[in-house]
């Protein structure tokens, strides 16, 4: 494809992308040592939706709300309906549900794996109780994510566990609907740290494939040894047909929810263009960020995650597929490399620039949002009440 044609083929794809943003992330959170409150967060997770609904203003690309239960708990399905509808007067969807099994005293030896079953009831329970909630909402996915695990060897049958996760997946997949899929996510550590029961992609994989269709992997970009190439597991798991999203965020260390692209920006593009090459770039993957803004102002680090995000998209989707193939076929590795640095130092913020002045948004959207008085407004308003977030 020409330069001019390849440009015109990405802005019309990044017109299309949508990334879903995380409730939590709006709300006050920290790490286990302090939670350093900040002025006007939300109270309530309509509030959340409040901010969420400035974040696609600005940006044009994240019409659709990630929920956790039950951080976002509402009374009854026609609370929830009426959250779906208070998010669509503000142009929003409301997206994934996230199930929590892992901030009750009962879950101290695991959720769905724990060796009593009456706590593996209580869990299971829950998760369904998380799929009512979808049909109120009209969600499409539901994001399972497990700490279970155990802490020292020997305090746990391994395999047992793997039966009882079976069975409450299994539970869980027959209660979906036909337009509803569960997403299953997995950590190597964390709170457990001997062993945990869904600490890889092959583990995930494997139950999500014994399921059926409607289970897929989530990809947590956080949640990987160092060094794990993550773009491969991309590869691998869109040419199997089971990746269903990605939770987002950037690591140092270990999960630490910092911002998407803030760390390893060429790691984010690399994992892009494995989504595009893959035929991943589409509904089909629900590309979502799981953050925490602990220390910095949270909707326009949420605004800048966005934004991160498009640019590893804008550079992955200006990847010359003829030239790479041309090189790889004659095996010529420095021409190879070549076209996919090309592709990753072009500096694409003029063309997200235009593609934003194309869909009638401000081509700053950080400077728009700075401009826009709402940072002001919510500490203002947002008085008394609790603040919604992390454990609450
Ligand atoms: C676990 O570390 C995780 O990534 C899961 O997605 C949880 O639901 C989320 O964090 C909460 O932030
Ligand atoms: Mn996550
Ligand atoms: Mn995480």
């Not at 330069?3 to 083929?9: I, L, P, T, W």
């Not at 976002?72 to 007067?89: F, N, P, Q, R």
């Not at 989504?275 to 220390?295: E, K, S, T, W, Y």
Request: charged share 25%; with cysteine; net charge negative.
């Amino acid at each position: 494809m020409s330069g001019v044609s390849a440009v015109s083929a990405a802005k019309a794809a990044l017109k299309t992308q949508a990334i879903e943003t995380p409730s939590w992330a709006y709300a006050n959170s920290g790490t286990r040592f302090k939670v350093f409150a900040q002025p006007g967060v939300p109270r309530t997770p309509r509030e959340k939706l409040d901010d969420a609904a400035r974040v696609h203003e600005h940006t044009g690309v994240a019409p659709t709300v990630a929920l956790h239960i039950p951080w976002d708990a509402v009374d009854g399905s026609d609370g929830y309906a009426e959250l779906a509808k208070y998010a669509e007067e503000r142009g929003l969807g409301l997206g994934a549900i996230n199930s929590n099994v892992f901030q009750d005293d009962d879950y101290k030896l695991g959720s769905v794996t724990h060796p009593d079953p009456a706590v593996r009831r209580k869990a299971l329970g829950h998760l369904l109780e998380c799929v009512d909630i979808m049909d109120a909402t009209g969600s499409r996915d539901l994001k399972l994510w497990f700490s279970d695990g155990t802490n020292y060897p020997g305090q746990d049958d391994i395999r047992a566990r793997q039966d009882r996760l079976a069975e409450a997946l299994a539970a869980v997949y027959e209660r979906l609907g036909d337009n509803q899929r569960m997403l299953l996510e997995y950590k190597f550590f964390e709170p457990a740290f001997y062993a945990t029961d869904v600490p890889d992609w092959g583990t995930a994989y494997a139950h999500c494939l014994k399921l059926g269709p409607k289970a897929q992997v989530v990809v947590d970009t956080g949640h990987h040894a160092p060094g794990t190439n993550i773009e491969f597991i991309v590869a691998l798991l869109l040419r199997e047909g089971k990746l269903g999203g990605f939770d987002f965020n950037s690591r140092f260390y270990a999960d630490d929810d910092l911002m998407v692209g803030a760390a390893d920006p060429f790691q984010l593009f690399r994992i892009m263009y494995e989504v595009i090459r893959g035929g991943g770039f589409g509904p089909d993957v629900a590309f979502m960020l799981d953050q925490c803004h602990n220390i910095e102002a949270k909707i326009p680090a949420i605004i800048r995650s966005v934004m991160n995000v498009q640019e590893a998209t804008a550079k992955a989707l200006l990847v010359d597929g003829d030239a790479l193939a041309a090189a790889q076929r004659s095996g010529d590795v420095l021409a190879a490399n070549a076209v996919l640095m090309d592709a990753y130092n072009t500096d694409v913020r003029p063309m997200l620039a235009e593609v934003r002045e194309e869909i009638g948004i401000d081509p700053d959207p950080m400077a728009a949002y700075a401009r826009s008085g709402w940072a002001q407004k919510i500490v203002d308003e947002r008085v008394g009440g609790t603040q919604a977030g992390w454990g609450a």
